[in-house]
């Protein structure tokens, strides 16, 4: 039911185990990529060389590898071929990081096994979806952030609602940290005020966690939104972007 599920709730251990690799010579990408990774709750390893990254793997397997195509020393393409003779990387996955937007490199990434090929800057968005798609099980479209938000509740009577923050927020819904539980499928009343903006929305609880079982290991409700306006889904979203390009240089941004 929408993004938020009881399964995903158990699989998060699991995802912030394992880690994700990026292989870019350039130094600002290698900085902008793995900044992007880290917002989105990824544990992330970075190589400046395929030479490098497959050192690197003898020692433990990514769950994902991104790898610009230029790079020092052998190149992307040659990288990815290492990728598929090696027993030890031959199904991991991989996307393709490339200067230009051009349809016969893109051709030869998907040749050469690469799960999706992109193009610098990578808009968060992009990125954050096909890390989705090449690394998780039950992939989410809507990208989300940690942040500490309260959130009032104004039609319910349950106690223990008072002081309760959103921990987790994405476009669909939001993790609400409260030591109060709800039914699953009851509807809540919900006002947040993101940078002096008033959102109003209706939710639905979709799952309910105790402590050391949720996301982050706090205990609260996993909502699902059921009606926003256009207005504050547009303010949601550019919130959500902003917090994940926080304190990401420009430059970075647009190497």
Known sequence: MGDYRTNNVRNKPERRSRFLLVVDSDANSLSY???????????????????EALQMMTVAQPALIITALTLKGMNGFEFMQQLREYPITATTPFIALSQ????????????????????????????????????????RTSMRVRTRQPVQITNTSL????????????????????????????????????NDQHIMTEAVVVYNCSAQTGPYREPGLGLQFVHIS??????????????????????????
Not at 127 to 139: D, G, H, I, S, W
């Open 100 to 139: 230009q937007d051009n349809l016969d490199i893109k051709r030869r990434c998907f040749e050469l096994g690469a799960v999706d090929c992109l193009y610098h800057p990578v808009p968060p968005e992009i990125l954050y979806r096909a890390v989705q798609v090449a690394a998780e099980k039950t992939p």
């Open 230 to 255: 256009k207005n504050d889904q547009e303010h949601l979203r550019k919130f959500i972007m902003n917090e994940v390009l926080r304190d990401i240089s420009p430059d970075i941004s647009l190497a």
């Open 159 to 194: 106690e223990g609602l008072e002081g309760a923050y959103a921990l987790e927020l994405s476009e669909r819904g939001l993790f609400l940290r409260t030591m109060q539980m709800a039914i699953r499928d009851m509807r809540l009343s919900l006002h947040l005020d993101l």
């Open 33 to 51: 990529t793995p900044m992007l990774l880290h917002r989105f709750n990824y544990q992330t390893f970075k190589a400046s060389t395929a030479e």
